[in-house]
């Protein structure tokens, strides 16, 4: 019996050149994650679907976990392929309900092959009596837990179990280069992500102020890239000295705006590193109305000095969404740790919220942005996160069987 994961994509919008390159790119981003699994496998383009195949036995649930961190795919199962006939069909059946999810199942079953003995319907019969006789759990035709499905060929039958979703999207590298503004907080890792599914390769970028923060936010942030990392295959990060330009706004800009003008700094900074990374878009986590510096008027403050898009797709979520996207991808439980966070340093109680360029570009006159961002990038650092193999979770289980 051997034992591989089957791959689907999502198709819309996909022809002719597009849909090769879309296919090959997804193959080549698969091969990547299974084997920052540490699975030896292949993975191969089979019409509309990709097959990762294990050479080992006992991986290829690694393999689909790994695949299910993959941009592009819409769905995954694991699959058994057996000789055709209804003995093997029948012991394939059982070993996949017992790595699928609790609960009822169904049967699906398609015919390659006409000249098969039995048709679909009595196929599903014999081998549903066979599963029930096996694993004890209900037949649910209506609203099953699990769908197994059986595929008859001349040569093979293959059997998948349960079918799992994947991000969906556009494999990572189908776009553009964005630079991802992390903060350690539980928002920008969240953005980051979701631009990745649109196919970005994402640099990391934080800012980091040592004098204040300490080493343990760099040990999150890099945390955090090691869990987006199964996501792009691996993560580039950029720690930007941010001690001397805090300093400098500390030393003219009143505490109510210090905030304001900490976020434009960033967005002056990244220009520069746009430039070397030849990125075309700045990712943040802002949240409309979330906090002070996300107001409308004081996003046009700061977005306003960005010399390229900003990408902040979760603009329109609220804090409950955004969490339980963090716990679905992972970061979660990083993001929580607590951490000095530089945009506080010596900010008022009461910052302003409804400020003007006009305003604030007074406020700033003093201050030496060339210089402050030339020396910024010279001192800036740069890391390769890899995969962190702590990360890579388990399959979603459903709750046990219903009664
Ligand atoms: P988050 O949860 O991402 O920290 P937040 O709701 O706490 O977001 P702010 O702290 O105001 O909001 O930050 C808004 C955005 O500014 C962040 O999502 C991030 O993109 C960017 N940002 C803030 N601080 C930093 C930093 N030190 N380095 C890089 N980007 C930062
Ligand atoms: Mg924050």
């Given amino acids: 019996m051997e034992r591989f994961v089957l791959v689907h994509y999502a198709e819309i919008g996909l022809k002719g050149g597009n849909r090769r390159r879309f296919t090959e790119r997804l193959r080549d981003r698969l091969r990547q994650a299974v084997e920052s699994a ?7 383009i089979h019409g509309s679907r990709l ?4 050479r080992e036995e006992g991986t290829a649930e690694r393999a689909l976990l790994a695949v299910l961190k993959v941009p592009g795919v819409a769905n995954a199962a694991l699959a058994l392929r057996v000789a055709p006939n209804l003995d093997a069909i029948g012991a394939a059946a059982i070993e996949a309900l017992a790595e699928a999810p609790a609960g009822s199942f169904k049967l699906e079953t398609r015919r390659a092959d006409k000249s098969f003995p039995l048709d679909s319907i009595a196929i599903c019969r014999a081998v549903g009596a066979t599963c029930v006789e096996a694993s004890g759990r209900l037949v649910d035709v209506h609203n099953p837990d699990v769908t197994v499905r059986i595929h008859v060929t001349k040569e093979f039958a293959f059997v998948s179990a349960h079918t799992y979703q994947g991000p969906g999207g556009l494999p990572v590298g189908s776009t553009t280069r964005l630079l991802s503004l992390l903060s350690g907080g539980l928002d920008s890792p969240v953005a980051a992500w979701k631009m990745m599914r649109r196919g970005a390769l994402v640099t990391g970028v934080h800012f980091h102020n040592r004098s204040l923060q300490g080493a343990a936010v760099i040990e999150k942030i890099e945390d955090l890239c090691g869990v987006l990392a199964w996501t792009m295959g691996k993560m580039p990060l950029r720690i930007v000295p941010f001690e001397s330009c805090q300093r400098a706004i500390v030393g003219t800009v009143p505490a109510a705006y210090r905030m304001i003008v900490y976020r434009r700094a960033m967005f002056r900074i990244a220009a520069r590193i746009a430039r070397i990374e030849r990125a075309l878009g700045y990712i943040t986590g802002d949240s409309l109305g979330q906090v002070a510096s996300q107001t409308a008027e004081n996003l046009c403050t700061i977005h306003g000095v960005a010399d390229l898009p900003v990408y902040a797709p979760l603009m329109g979520s609220d804090k409950v969404e955004i969490m339980h996207r963090a716990r679905q991808i992972g970061t979660y439980d990083v993001s929580i740790r607590p951490h000095d966070d530089c945009c506080s340093f010596l ?3 009461h910052p302003v919220v409804k400020s003007t360029d006009a305003e604030v570009r007074e406020l700033e006159a003093g201050l030496d942005w060339d210089a402050l961002a030339e020396e910024a990038v010279e001192k800036m650092e740069r890391r390769m996160i890899l995969p962190d193999p702590a990360a890579l979770g ?10």
Avoid: E, H
Wanted: glycine residues 12%; proline residues 12%.
């Fill in 347 to 349: 900010v008022a109680k």
């Fill in 38 to 44: 540490g699975v030896d496998a292949t993975a191969g």
């Fill in 394 to 403: 388990s399959l979603p289980r459903v709750q046990g069987p219903r009664t």
């Fill in 51 to 54: 097959i990762v195949r294990p």
